[in-house]
């Protein structure tokens, strides 16, 4: 069953492109400046992977806590110094990689900056393609937010942030059922960087080689599509962050234009943001500054209530 679009039954721009153009425009690596694209992916991993061996050395940390049965239903804490573990701030993050590359090992930037003011940083795992499929991400996503708050029941809240497929899962937990979970998150907040909202055009990409989505997989795993016929529940009720950066694609900024708007239209307590001067990885990549622009909107937002 097909699910009615937001837009009317407009012809999205992208179905106007040759399948050639639309590979492009969710090649993310593609649209970076400052590097060539196999440079701009070599080094977002090393800078990853440096920041979380970092971490994990200076950090009190409990590493690989499971939240499922899954090998892969894993998620790490990182503590700040002087804060009770039950009744800390959570900032919980989820990697991005088209579903199907990305790693909790490599995911840190964040860690130093929040945990020196007494947020603490939860990395989550989760089975990408070809062994995951979206929805069983989405499920995982789901599970590992319960799992969080029956464990700190007492936490002071749960901000949530996603970064390019990471934000799509993120968004997806607005639409979650936590009746079937037993527990509903103190989820305070949602930070999406440069997401993916309408899973459609994935399905004309070589991405669709591992995901093997059909487009009935698509339109039930795309908040674009479902957020607008949902009664917005009184919780969680989130205050939300889209932001994107100077250097995405037209897609991936046409994409996160529109979510915004359904945000708006929807009664969400929603704003946007373009971020100067970044791409698609440098977004994520600067979070490791305390100064950066994102970081400052991160710890306002989490003190707003304070």
């Known amino acids: 069953m097909e699910v009615s679009r937001a ?20 090649s993310p690596s593609r649209w970076v400046i400052r590097q060539s694209a196999e440079e701009a992916l070599e080094t977002y991993s090393q800078l990853g992977t440096q920041a979380t061996s970092r971490a994990r050395a200076t950090k009190k940390i409990l590493l690989d806590v499971s939240y499922g049965d899954g090998q892969r239903e894993k998620l790490d804490i990182y503590f700040p110094d002087r804060v009770s573990s039950q009744t800390v701030r959570f900032f919980v993050f989820v990697h991005g990689g088209m579903w199907q590359c990305g790693s909790k090992d490599m995911s840190a930037f964040m860690v130093d900056p929040l945990t020196s003011w007494g947020v603490a940083v939860v990395i989550v795992a989760y089975d990408i393609a070809p062994i995951g499929t979206v929805d069983l991400m989405v499920d995982q996503l789901t599970r590992s937010l319960a799992f969080l708050q029956k464990q700190y029941p007492s936490n002071r809240g749960i901000y949530l942030c996603g970064h390019s497929a990471g934000a799509h899962l993120a968004a997806m937990m607005l639409l979650a059922n936590w009746t079937e979970h037993g527990v509903t998150p103190n989820l305070k907040a949602l930070f999406l960087l440069s997401g993916i909202y309408d899973l459609e055009p994935i399905t004309h990409t070589s991405d669709n080689d591992l995901l093997h989505l059909t487009l009935e997989d698509a339109q039930k795993n795309s908040p674009q599509l479902l957020l607008p016929a949902m009664l917005k529940p009184v919780a969680p009720n989130p205050r939300m962050l889209v932001i994107l950066a100077q250097h995405d694609s ?22 946007f943001e373009e971020l100067p001067d970044v791409d698609h990885f440098s977004v994520l990549e600067n979070l490791s500054k305390a100064d950066y622009l994102l970081s400052q909107m991160i710890l306002k937002t989490i003190f707003s209530e304070a």
């Open 7 to 26: 837009d009317g039954g407009a012809e999205a721009p992208w179905k106007k492109m040759s399948k050639e153009l639309l590979q492009i425009q969710y």
């Open 250 to 271: 037209p897609e991936f900024q046409r994409q996160s234009r529109e979510f915004f708007q359904v945000l708006c239209q929807g009664g969400w307590e929603v704003a």
